[in-house]
């Protein structure tokens, strides 16, 4: 599942909280409408990252090391990451697992922390 609507990038950023790296910062966000919707995605690569290759590698693998983790996280939470300048040198230093590892990390100190209620 994916976010692709300005509205909803734009209640996850206002209305959510979030947790951040050197990489990567990622913003999360319960929905009140989720039922039983899986946790959903959106990204949001800038120029500063690189070129189009190193952008578009830089969101497959962001977009694979999620799919991956979901099911650790709740149902109807949004989740915007932000990559962060250096984030396609740290993916081509230490790899996609290690890159997964850090949004892994920081998604879930979100549904640890101000997300748990």
């Excluded at 966000?29 to 919707?37: I, Q, S, T, Y």
């Excluded at 040198?89 to 790899?95: D, Q, T």
Aim: aromatic share 6%.
């Amino acid at each position: 599942m994916r976010i692709t609507r300005s509205r909803d990038f734009d209640a996850v950023y206002r209305r959510g909280d979030s947790a951040g790296g050197r990489q990567l910062v990622v913003h999360a966000f319960r929905r009140d409408e989720a039922g039983d919707d899986a946790a959903r995605l959106g990204l949001s690569v800038s120029r500063k990252v690189g070129d189009a290759v190193e952008r578009n590698r830089v969101k497959r693998v962001l977009r694979e090391q999620f799919a991956a983790r979901a099911g650790t996280w709740p149902a109807g939470i949004d989740f915007v990451v932000v990559a962060r300048p250096g984030c396609a040198e740290y993916l081509e230093r230490r790899g996609a697992e290690a890159l997964g590892e850090r949004l892994g990390e920081l998604a879930q100190r979100l549904v640890d922390g101000p997300l748990a209620a």
